[in-house]
């Protein structure tokens, strides 16, 4: 690689039981082995992850680089790597080949940004395996979407969902957030009629803009529900997974029980909602809360199959959806909404999405200023 790879970098790293990223000066740049690559990060995105980290909800005693939607530029290669070159731009899927599930940790916690050094930080070092070329004229920050957030969208909406171009289902896409807005891209441009729900209304104006026919606050879709005629969709992508929203989700699904012709109605579960979040937004508590676990959700087997209802869920995508979702960017079909910011400017950037206050998908460039 041509220029000279510095022995330290910036880096916020992830110490157990701090409620904050700790910026360090002086981490060390890891030195790539046999097989490896040092990426120099170019960006990488903000994600709801983060902070169930750093609010225990995810007990992880590891000390570690957080983040894990990283894009970059090769600066230095390992014995026995070939192909790799060094002005190209890759997207980086996290689970590292090697990376094994335990009755513990399943493989996603033991991947690059969760449990591995991750991207925020100037430099990370991955497998090539890992590394997905990124089209030409796709800027780094918005590429960066496609390291997790579009490839878990593009995952649970084509794949899990079944969602396909030149559908003419009736979906819903529950939660307008980072995720959200891209989801109710891909169903839009697949032909679907695209209905949203979000409690904040700049997140619902963004929805129409983006092509929604309509999206509800939750009063209003409470009522829609409730009608003698009633608001249905085919399927239903929910982002929050909470009890109110998945009460909502079934409310909306049940249109199926009259016709056992029809294929049975899906709710996609995507988001894992903490109660303890919102408990530590609300209390400003600088301590992390420990022991917590996801809302339970209040499920009747008869229920389901009495309503022809599926419930899926879904996490992360593969490497073929990562090409997939970085093909959506390269083809307009999907614009993600994205607002760049330092990486000194992490800690606020998780704190807004503790707080529900993007809009959009924030992404950290090492080096902005």
């Given at each position: ?41 170019a960006a990488c995105g903000a ?70 050094n991750g991207g925020y930080a ?189 419930v899926l869920s879904t996490c ?54």
């Open positions: 690689m041509s220029a000279a790879v510095p022995t330290t970098m910036r880096a916020a790293v992830y110490r157990p039981g701090h409620f904050n990223l700790a910026i360090e000066d002086d981490f060390p740049v890891p030195e790539p082995g046999s097989g490896q690559v040092l990426l120099k990060v994600c709801h992850s983060d902070v169930l980290l750093l609010t225990n909800a995810i007990i992880d005693d590891r000390t570690y680089v957080l983040g894990h939607e990283v894009v970059g530029y090769p600066a230095k290669l390992g014995p026995n790597v070939d192909g790799i070159e060094e002005s190209q731009l890759y997207s980086v899927h996290v689970i590292t080949p090697c990376a094994k599930g335990t009755i513990a940790l399943p493989p996603i916690e033991q991947s690059i940004g969760i449990g591995r100037e430099y990370v070092l991955v497998e090539p395996r890992q590394l997905v070329p990124v089209p030409d004229g796709i800027p780094p920050e918005v590429a960066a979407v496609a390291g997790d957030a579009l490839t878990t969208v593009f995952n649970a909406v084509h794949n899990v969902a079944g969602i396909l171009p030149g559908t003419n289902k009736r979906v819903l896409i529950y939660g307008v957030g980072g995720l959200g807005h891209l989801a109710l891209q891909i169903a839009k441009s697949y032909g679907a009629t695209v209905f949203a729900v979000d409690y904040r209304s700049v997140a619902r104006e963004l929805a129409v803009k983006l092509g929604a026919e309509r999206a509800f606050s939750l009063s209003e879709i409470t009522n829609e529900t409730s009608k003698a005629v009633p608001f249905t969709v085919d399927v239903v992508i929910d982002f929050v997974v909470n009890e109110q929203s998945f009460t909502l989700d079934k409310a909306m699904t049940r249109a199926n029980a009259d016709n056992f012709n029809a294929p049975p109605s899906k709710i996609v579960l995507v988001g894992i909602f903490h109660q303890s979040v919102r408990r530590r937004v609300h209390a400003h508590s600088p301590f992390p809360q420990t022991g917590v676990s996801a809302e339970n959700l209040p499920i009747s087997s008869a229920e389901l199959i009495e309503f022809n209802t599926q992360y995508g593969s490497v073929d959806d990562m090409k997939s979702a970085l093909q959506l960017l390269a083809s307009g079909a999907v614009k993600p909404v994205v607002h760049t910011v330092p990486l000194e400017a992490v800690d606020k950037a998780i704190n807004d999405l503790r707080a529900s206050a993007i809009v959009g998908r924030r992404v950290i460039v090492p080096g902005l200023l």
